[in-house]
T-cell receptor, first 112, second 117 residues
């Protein structure tokens, strides 16, 4: 069972367009994180959202945590080729020990 | 942010051999390290959680005798893939945290690409 589903799986857009990536779950999370990963590298943390309804902005990226803390979204305004990468949401999960589980991933390609 | 290194970054080995991957936290003491596996164009899958001085906790479906994890110090964890086979070829990534989840950020290493011939 995949606890964190992301959509879309793949997205190819032109430079300057806007896009939204979704991270959904049937479970409640105390927080959710968003990462970007480039080929051959480890993921890099973009943001952590903690409070239901929270909105955080990071330059052209806007992150929102759902009111019920079951979902999150990442909106990119005026996408640039440098935004290309694999976007991953992740959340803490406890099953005996604390760990993070990752979403299914969204692969974004921004064309110049 | 804190720095986590992995060594080697790439390794090619013959089927049947064992390969050791090191994960080091360079500027902080890591109470817990995590080992992930990533197949091409897929997300990260947690393999095991490693705590310093104790046995690793493996995720369901991960063979502990095949993927040996040792966390001998607060700055070093190792993953040994024993008797490697081509299906073990993958991208292996470690992460480390100082403190406890979910209140502390996990920092990721750059990954190790394993190719088994």
């Amino acid at each position: 069972t995949q606890l964190l589903e992301q959509s879309p799986q793949f997205l190819s857009i032109q430079e300057g367009e806007n896009l939204t990536v979704y991270c959904n779950s049937s479970s409640v999370f105390s927080s959710l994180q968003w990462y970007r990963q480039e080929p051959g590298e480890g993921p890099v943390l973009l943001v952590t959202v903690v409070t239901g309804g929270e909105v955080k902005k990071l330059k052209r990226l806007t992150f929102q945590f759902g009111d019920a803390r079951k979902d999150s979204s990442l909106h990119i305004t005026a996408a640039q080729p440098g935004d290309t990468g694999l976007y991953l949401c992740a959340g803490p999960f406890t099953s005996g020990t604390y760990k993070y589980i990752f979403g299914t991933g969204t692969r974004l390609k921004v064309l110049a | 942010g804190a720095v986590v290194s992995q060594h080697p970054s790439r390794v090619i080995c013959k089927s049947g051999t064992s390969v050791k991957i090191e994960c080091r936290s360079l500027d902080f003491q890591a109470t817990t390290m995590f080992w992930y596996r990533q197949f091409p164009k897929q997300s990260l899958m947690l393999m095991a959680t490693s705590n310093e001085g104790s046995k690793a906790t493996y995720e369901q479906g991960v063979e502990k005798d095949k993927f040996l994890i040792n966390h001998a110090s607060l700055t070093l964890s190792t993953l040994t893939v024993t008797s490697a086979h081509p299906e073990d070829s993958s991208f292996y990534i470690c992460s480390a945290i100082a403190g406890v989840l979910p209140y502390n950020e996990q920092f990721f290493g750059p990954g190790t690409r394993l190719t088994v011939l």
